[in-house]
C-alpha cells in the first residue's frame, strides 16, 4: 500500500475513524453489524476507504480472523484522542446554554460495587437525575490503566487505589478499604483460623496481587509462601476457592462467602490492611459542568 501523508482531515474522514473504532474494539466485520447498523460489505468498503486514505495497513482480515497491524493499533489510540477531543468540544457548546448534555467517561476498578459506601453508585444516580441527555461510559480496569485514560484524556474520573501519587493527577479519598486473609471453609487453615501463627501461613501456598499495594500490604505478604499471582481481585477470589490458596480481600467483597460459609478470615486481629479508595482526575483539566456535578454528588472538592 503506498504510503503517503494525511493532508487534512475531513468530516468523511472522522465517519470511516468511527466506523474503524467499532470494528476493532467489536473484534470483527460481523459483530461490528448490528452496532454500526450497515451491512459487512458497507463496513468493509468503509475500512478499504480508511486505509486508502491514510496510506496504511490497518487490519488483517479473512479465514484466520481478524487482527490489528501495528500501524491499526496507533491509528486506534489515535482515534480515541481526536474523537474524545471533538466530544469535548461539543460538551463545552453545551454548557454555554447551561446544559446538561454530553458524555462523561470514568474508569473503575474492580469489585468496588459491594462497597457499603455506595458513594460511586448515589452519585451516578443523582447525575442521570438531573440530566437524561447524559451518557454514562464506565470502563473497569487497573489502577495504572485509569491512570493512563485520566492522563491521556480518555477518561474524566477514575476510582482506585491511593498507594503512591502521580504528578499530573488530583486525588480526593472517597472511603478506606479493609482488607482480611481468607480461606475457604474446607482449606487446612480453616478449621482453627483464627489461631493461625506465622509458621502456619508460611506452610501452605498464598496468592499475591500484581498490581502495587501499599507497604503495610507488602510486609504482610512477606510472611507468607506466594507461591500464586493475580491481576484483581476477583482472580484471587477464584484461587481462594480452589482449597488450594489463601489471600487478601476486601471484607465487604469477601462478605457474600463468608456468609455461604464457603470462606473464613484467617487471624483477623493482626492479618489484615487497610488501603483508601480515592478519585482522581487529570490537573488543570478543562471545566466540564458534568464532572462538576459528578464530584459535587460525591461531595469531592472539584
Known amino acids: 500500500m503506498k504510503s503517503q501523508p494525511l493532508a487534512q482531515v475531513t468530516d468523511f474522514d472522522l465517519r470511516l475513524l468511527r466506523v474503524f473504532r467499532t470494528v476493532a474494539k467489536m473484534g470483527s466485520f460481523t459483530a461490528a453489524e448490528s452496532a454500526l447498523g450497515i451491512t459487512r460489505s458497507a463496513i468493509s468498503l468503509h475500512m478499504s476507504d480508511l486505509e486508502k486514505r491514510l496510506g496504511m495497513r490497518l487490519?488483517?482480515?479473512?479465514?484466520?480472523?481478524?487482527?490489528?497491524?501495528?500501524?491499526?493499533?496507533?491509528?486506534?489510540?489515535?482515534?480515541?484522542?481526536?474523537?474524545?477531543?471533538?466530544?469535548?468540544?461539543?460538551?463545552?457548546?453545551?454548557?454555554?446554554?447551561?446544559?446538561?448534555?454530553?458524555?462523561?467517561?470514568?474508569g473503575l476498578m474492580n469489585n468496588l460495587v459491594t462497597q457499603p459506601q455506595m458513594r460511586i453508585t448515589s452519585a451516578l444516580k443523582t447525575l442521570r437525575q438531573q440530566s437524561n441527555d447524559i451518557r454514562i461510559n464506565i470502563s473497569m480496569s487497573t489502577p495504572g490503566e485509569i491512570e493512563r485514560g485520566l492522563l491521556d484524556g480518555r477518561l474524566h474520573i477514575g476510582a482506585l487505589p491511593l498507594i503512591n501519587t502521580l504528578t499530573g493527577l488530583d486525588y480526593h479519598t472517597l472511603y478506606e478499604e479493609h482488607s482480611l486473609l481468607y480461606c475457604s471453609s474446607t482449606h487446612p487453615l480453616g478449621k482453627n483460623a483464627g489461631a493461625v501463627c506465622d509458621a502456619d501461613l508460611r506452610d501452605v501456598p498464598a496468592v499475591a496481587p500484581s498490581y502495587r499495594l501499599n507497604a503495610e500490604a507488602v510486609e504482610l505478604h512477606h510472611r507468607m509462601n506466594c507461591a500464586a499471582t493475580a491481576t484483581d481481585r476477583e482472580a484471587i477470589a477464584f484461587l481462594i476457592l480452589t482449597d488450594q490458596y489463601i489471600g487478601f480481600l476486601p471484607d465487604h467483597y469477601a462478605a457474600t462467602w463468608v456468609e455461604k460459609g464457603q470462606m473464613t478470615a484467617i487471624a483477623p486481629d493482626r492479618m489484615h490492611f487497610t488501603v483508601p479508595i480515592a478519585i482522581a482526575m487529570r490537573t488543570g483539566r478543562r471545566h466540564n459542568l458534568i464532572v462538576e456535578r459528578f464530584l459535587a454528588a460525591l461531595d469531592c472538592v472539584a
Open 59 to 106: 487490519c488483517q482480515r479473512g479465514r484466520a480472523g481478524f487482527s490489528l497491524t501495528d500501524q491499526g493499533r496507533e491509528v486506534l489510540r489515535a482515534s480515541d484522542t481526536v474523537l474524545a477531543s471533538i466530544e469535548d468540544f461539543r460538551r463545552e457548546v453545551n454548557q454555554l446554554h447551561h446544559s446538561l448534555r454530553g458524555e462523561i467517561n470514568i
